[in-house]
């Protein structure tokens, strides 16, 4: 298929691109950037005016459940979530059944993804086979297979010297280690964040300093094997300094967070809404103000989902027993662009940390619209304005804090390799 997207504000970190244009696509490649620009016969002419027209935006944290928890996900539904959110390119944890831990699985995950997806699909492998924390996969192997990095993510690699060696093999193999920053010692039994809410819910708390130590721990590692080292899921403001504080000193850490860290507090928790329960916790208002804070000025790279289904008949039970985790490829979008009208980012500064970081972070060669580059797309409308109704979210699960939430600003046209893929046009 071949395009001309015309009249959108085109946005474009990796060139410094912010500027009225036409873009034209010619056989999935981006042809040509420019004012004016005619369309040549039998191109597909998509009006842009009014609409940002980005790198196709880019989810480094996702749990798509295929192979082996399809009930609660597939690599069809997820993907159809994730092209309807506007992402062309999402990087999926390897807690599947099997684990992503051989290169059988991550060829499956691949495979199933270019022949029936709705987007690119990047496989996480994991650091120990079986994400046991006992012994270390073949990471060669799994970056030979495709995968884009290691990770145990669901679970910290509990063993320090395990985790040292991993860095360093990792580094000599060039593929990112994303930590799980998590001690587990000091979680214990906790399901909601520690403080105020926890103890008049009656919940046990998970203190922030089971985040923080996690943190401080891989992050010297990294800087001792001076290997590189991302930090998942930041959500605590003692994490936010550490990490800033590391980058000061020259440690190769980059680090991500996700749009229910800067938008809710554990106050979310209150009636027991297990729609709200996830791994790390929600936090409270300062870690809130930390966060937001850490994406202004840089210290954190990139917003990811950590799109995380469940069934729900694992969300509809007691507090403490119901399943860690939350969707969010189809709010994502909405969320973060809230952070542009509360000047916190500006719209630029969304774009490199939704594409343009984490296809750098993990080598994807995706996030730009330079000439020749592949067409990965989307047209964003941000003044469209619509409601979060579970019926007509595309993923199979439906375990969202945000059900019922007026949202502005949407995925209008999402276009992989020159391909139309989604469209709320």
Same mark, same amino acid.
Request: with cysteine; aromatic share 4%; hydrophobic share 40%.
């Given at each position: 298929?071949?395009?001309?997207?015309?009249?959108?504000?085109?946005?474009?970190?990796?060139?410094?691109?912010?500027?009225?244009?036409?873009?034209?696509?010619?056989?999935?490649?981006?042809?040509?950037?420019?004012?004016?620009?005619?369309?040549?016969?039998?191109?597909?002419?998509?009006?842009?005016?009014?609409?940002?027209? @980005?790198?196709?935006?880019?989810?480094?944290? @996702?749990?798509?459940?295929?192979?082996?928890?399809?009930?609660?996900?597939?690599? +069809?539904?997820?993907?159809?979530?994730?092209?309807?959110?506007?992402?062309?390119?999402?990087?999926?944890? &390897?807690?599947?059944?099997?684990?992503?831990?051989?290169?059988?699985? %991550?060829?499956?995950?691949?495979?199933?993804?270019?022949?029936?997806?709705?987007?690119?699909?990047?496989?996480?492998?994991?650091?120990?086979?079986?994400?046991?924390? /006992?012994?270390?996969?073949?990471?060669?192997?799994?970056?030979?297979?495709?995968?884009?990095?290691?990770?145990?993510?669901?679970?910290?690699?509990?063993?320090?010297?395990?985790?040292?060696?991993?860095?360093?093999?990792?580094?000599?193999?060039?593929?990112?280690?994303?930590?799980?920053?998590?001690?587990?010692?000091?979680?214990?039994?906790?399901?909601?964040?520690?403080? #105020?809410?926890?103890?008049?819910?009656?919940?046990?708390?998970?203190?922030? @300093?089971?985040?923080?130590?996690?943190?401080?721990?891989?992050?010297?590692?990294?800087? #001792?094997?001076?290997?590189?080292?991302?930090?998942?899921?930041?959500?605590?403001?003692?994490?936010?300094?550490?990490?800033?504080?590391?980058? %000061?000193?020259?440690?190769?850490?980059?680090?991500?967070?996700? &749009?229910?860290?800067?938008?809710?507090?554990?106050?979310?928790?209150?009636?027991?809404?297990?729609?709200?329960?996830?791994?790390?916790?929600?936090?409270?208002?300062?870690?809130?103000?930390?966060?937001?804070?850490?994406?202004?000025?840089?210290?954190?790279?990139?917003?990811?989902?950590?799109?995380?289904?469940?069934?729900?008949?694992?969300?509809?039970?007691?507090?403490?027993?119901?399943?860690?985790? +939350? +969707?969010?490829?189809?709010?994502?979008? &909405?969320?973060?662009?809230?952070?542009? /009208?509360?000047?916190?980012?500006?719209?630029?500064?969304?774009?490199?940390?939704?594409?343009?970081?984490?296809?750098?972070?993990?080598?994807?060669?995706?996030?730009?619209?330079?000439?020749?580059?592949?067409?990965?797309?989307?047209?964003?409308?941000? %003044?469209?304005?619509?409601?979060?109704?579970?019926?007509?979210?595309?993923?199979?699960?439906?375990?969202?804090?945000?059900?019922?939430?007026?949202?502005?600003?949407?995925?209008?046209?999402?276009?992989?390799?020159?391909?139309?893929?989604?469209?709320?046009?």
């Amino acid at each position: 298929m071949n395009l001309l997207i015309k009249g959108g504000r085109v946005i474009d970190p990796s060139q410094n691109m912010d500027e009225i244009f036409d873009l034209l696509v010619e056989n999935g490649l981006v042809k040509e950037i420019g004012k004016g620009l005619t369309s040549p016969p039998g191109v597909k002419i998509i009006e842009a005016s009014g609409k940002f027209v @980005v790198p196709g935006l880019i989810d480094m944290h @996702v749990h798509l459940r295929d192979p082996g928890l399809e009930y609660k996900e597939d690599i +069809i539904s997820g993907t159809k979530a994730a092209a309807a959110g506007g992402f062309t390119s999402v990087c999926c944890m &390897p807690n599947t059944k099997p684990a992503i831990d051989n290169k059988a699985v %991550a060829s499956y995950i691949i495979n199933k993804a270019r022949e029936e997806g709705f987007c690119n699909v990047f496989p996480i492998g994991s650091i120990t086979y079986g994400l046991s924390g /006992e012994r270390m996969s073949e990471m060669g192997e799994l970056k030979e297979a495709g995968c884009v990095a290691v990770s145990d993510d669901g679970r910290p690699v509990v063993n320090p010297e395990l985790m040292m060696r991993s860095l360093q093999y990792a580094n000599g193999m060039g593929i990112m280690v994303i930590s799980h920053a998590e001690e587990l010692a000091l979680v214990g039994q906790g399901v909601i964040n520690e403080g #105020y809410t926890s103890t008049e819910l009656g919940l046990k708390g998970i203190p922030r @300093v089971a985040e923080d130590i996690a943190t401080v721990r891989d992050i010297m590692l990294a800087e #001792y094997t001076n290997a590189p080292i991302h930090i998942a899921h930041v959500s605590t403001k003692g994490s936010v300094r550490i990490i800033r504080e590391a980058k %000061a000193r020259g440690v190769k850490v980059t680090c991500e967070t996700a &749009p229910h860290y800067f938008t809710l507090t554990d106050d979310a928790v209150r009636g027991y809404n297990t729609n709200a329960k996830m791994n790390p916790p929600l936090r409270e208002a300062e870690d809130v103000a930390a966060i937001r804070e850490g994406l202004k000025n840089g210290t954190i790279d990139a917003i990811a989902t950590d799109h995380a289904p469940h069934h729900l008949d694992e969300k509809d039970m007691e507090f403490n027993e119901a399943m860690n985790g +939350i +969707i969010g490829l189809e709010t994502s979008l &909405p969320l973060s662009l809230k952070l542009v /009208e509360d000047g916190v980012l500006t719209i630029n500064q969304l774009i490199e940390k939704m594409s343009y970081n984490p296809s750098n972070i993990l080598e994807l060669e995706r996030g730009s619209l330079m000439v020749g580059s592949v067409a990965d797309i989307t047209v964003i409308d941000p %003044a469209a304005e619509w409601t979060v109704e579970k019926e007509k979210l595309a993923s199979k699960s439906k375990n969202s804090p945000f059900l019922g939430w007026k949202m502005k600003g949407v995925a209008a046209t999402t276009i992989l390799a020159g391909t139309i893929v989604q469209t709320k046009a």
